[in-house]
């Protein structure tokens, strides 16, 4: 039986550039960073409120996980805004809006009344997008 | 056409200022920052900004600002920083109290938990691997020691 998810990975063109965003811009927490030897690094990060839970920033690159052109063609595609990796919660999204867009972050969209809910749409670094609602 | 009332407009206009103030403790948490100066940023009434803050982060503003200080501890400590030296570099006036708020938010003293961070970190210099999921760590070709050492 499945218990929990430990590990969801985001596919990032710089892994130093994805650190400020999510550490410096987002605030969330660096689980671990770990050299890897040159010019390789393993780098996790969680939200604040759910450690338990290991985002890991993972770069596009040529190896074992992308072969034969495939890290070229899944770079164009992120930097394209193709994914749209999860969804994030906050408190009060007006507040967490307002404190992103003074940081600097993109928004896709500003806080709206969906039929579904409360939401917004921000853009990491990358190009990543991920849907902002607010904690019923 | 009808002009637009005060009323059209109020939830915007507040947020921006109460989060211009929760900018401002997040920036000058160091600074001898009271109440006053906080409102102050958010040009609003003591007791008025206090309940618009609390209600928007859950937290007085005194509250969030030992908060920040305790997070900012936290990473001062993790770059090897002596206690003394974090406690009034985030803006504390005694070390016994930096202490105890310390305790009181991460159940640990500063000392312990720089120690705690340290271990980790040369167990992470050290072992790596114990740190990735064997799945991840194989698709990078982790695996052998050698190719990381």
């Known amino acids: 039986m499945i218990t929990q998810l430990s590990h969801v990975s985001i596919f990032v063109l710089n892994q130093d550039s994805a650190y400020d965003f999510y550490v410096n811009k987002l605030g969330f927490k660096v689980h671990t960073d770990a050299p890897m030897g040159p010019g390789m690094r393993w780098l996790t990060v969680c939200t604040p409120e759910q450690p338990e839970l290991e985002i890991t920033l993972m770069p596009i690159e040529d190896g074992m996980m992308f072969k034969d052109g495939a890290a070229e063609q899944m770079r164009e595609l992120v930097k394209k805004g193709t994914f749209g990796f999860g969804v994030f919660e906050c408190n009060d999204l007006n507040a967490t809006y307002e404190e992103m867009k003074a940081k600097g972050i993109v928004f896709k969209k500003p806080p709206t009344k969906e039929f579904y809910g409360y939401e917004a749409l921000f853009v990491d670094d990358s190009g990543n997008w991920f849907s902002l609602g607010q904690k019923k | ?149």
């Open chain 2, 1 to 149: 056409m009808r002009i637009p009332m005060k009323s059209d407009f109020p939830k915007i206009y507040i947020y921006k200022r109460i989060v211009q103030a929760k900018l401002f403790i997040d920036t000058h948490f160091d600074d001898c920052i009271d109440l006053n100066n906080i409102a102050d940023e958010a040009y609003f009434s003591k007791f008025h900004f206090i309940r618009l803050f609390k209600t928007i982060y859950g937290k007085t503003p005194h509250q969030y600002l030992t908060k920040v200080r305790i997070e900012n501890a936290i990473r001062l400590l993790q770059k090897g920083m002596s206690v003394t030296d974090v406690s009034f570099f985030v803006g504390f006036t005694s070390v016994s109290s930096f202490t105890d708020l310390f305790k009181r938010y991460t159940k640990m003293s500063p000392s312990a938990y720089q120690r705690q961070f340290m271990e980790k970190q040369e167990q992470i210099k050290t072992d790596p691997l114990q740190f990735i999921p064997a799945c991840f760590a194989e698709q990078k070709g982790w695996t052998q020691k050698s190719n990381f050492q």
